[in-house]
């Protein structure tokens, strides 16, 4: 079921400082999380808010690994923490290393990769930045698959999005209001695809024992129904390397930021649609 958090409990929340949850500030913008994104396993850590927590536009954001050997879901499950969630204001980190289970479905050595998370508030366009280094601390070089996976309920609303975008990025939008998010990348993403829920999150599941594959670069333009998106980056890493990946989502994006993500021709027509 999904979750709608309210501004007490946000409140709580950055009181109590919890070691399972952050929550990070910057004037209304508000966003809670954990150390392995926003990940939805408790009310706390699934929260991107403009308002001071009234709304909240996020169900789940956060990642897959893959190889040609299976996909898993960067969770508690695959991944344990070095460094859990921690920061101040704006900004967390946290840093995440592959544990035995993952290991053994990926075909690889615990700890043979580290993820360095980091996360902030950008407080000129109030948008949510979250930069991943994918780390090969092993002995031999990788050829890895990172997904980065999006669940939005524009408004708080799971049935209302509109999505236009693709490989460069998205523009998720709220059919009732004209409330829009740009969903963007620090690096070029490889393939991309769109779904209600719970379509692409099957998808990426049903990789688990089977392999990395592309992504439809599909299902765009959406809706309106329940947003799910995914960008896909392909990337090959020597023994000792890293590679750094970045996703952005800005709330109510203004032409140049759009131009930015290649999305420009699309504010119009979005726009027009509300």
Do not use: C
Request: overall charge negative; charged content about 15%.
């Amino acid at each position: 079921m999904r979750k709608l958090l309210g501004s007490a409990l946000l409140f709580s929340l950055a009181a109590a400082g919890g070691a399972d949850a952050h929550l990070m500030v910057d004037g209304n913008a508000l966003a809670g999380l954990d150390s392995w994104a926003f990940s939805g396993s408790s009310p706390e850590s699934n929260l991107l808010s403009f308002d001071g927590g009234a709304t909240n536009h996020l169900f789940e954001l956060y990642g897959y690994l893959g190889n040609a050997s299976s996909v898993v879901r960067v969770t508690p499950t695959n991944f344990d923490e070095l460094a859990p969630i921690a920061g101040a204001g704006s900004t967390a980190s946290s840093q995440l290393v592959l544990n035995a289970t993952g290991a053994t479905a990926l075909g690889l050595t615990a700890g043979e990769i580290r993820l360095d998370y980091s996360f902030g508030i950008v407080e000129a366009t109030r948008s949510l930045v979250w930069d991943v280094a994918v780390n090969n601390d092993g002995a031999a070089p990788l050829d890895l698959v990172f997904y980065a996976y999006l669940d939005l309920d524009m408004e708080g609303d799971f049935e209302n999005d509109l999505a236009t975008g693709g490989a460069g990025g998205f523009r998720v939008q709220d059919a009732v209001t004209g409330f829009d998010l740009g969903v963007g990348s620090s690096s070029a993403a490889d393939h991309f695809e769109v779904a209600p829920f719970p379509n692409l999150q099957s998808t990426l599941d049903g990789m688990q024992g089977v392999g990395a594959a592309n992504l439809g670069d599909s299902g765009t333009p959406f809706g309106p129904a329940d947003f799910t998106g995914a960008l896909q980056f392909d990337f090959s890493l020597a023994a000792g390397g890293s590679q750094g990946l970045g996703i952005r989502l800005i709330p109510e994006p203004d032409s140049a930021i759009l131009f930015s993500l290649g999305l420009l021709g699309l504010a119009h027509a979005g726009r027009r649609r509300a």
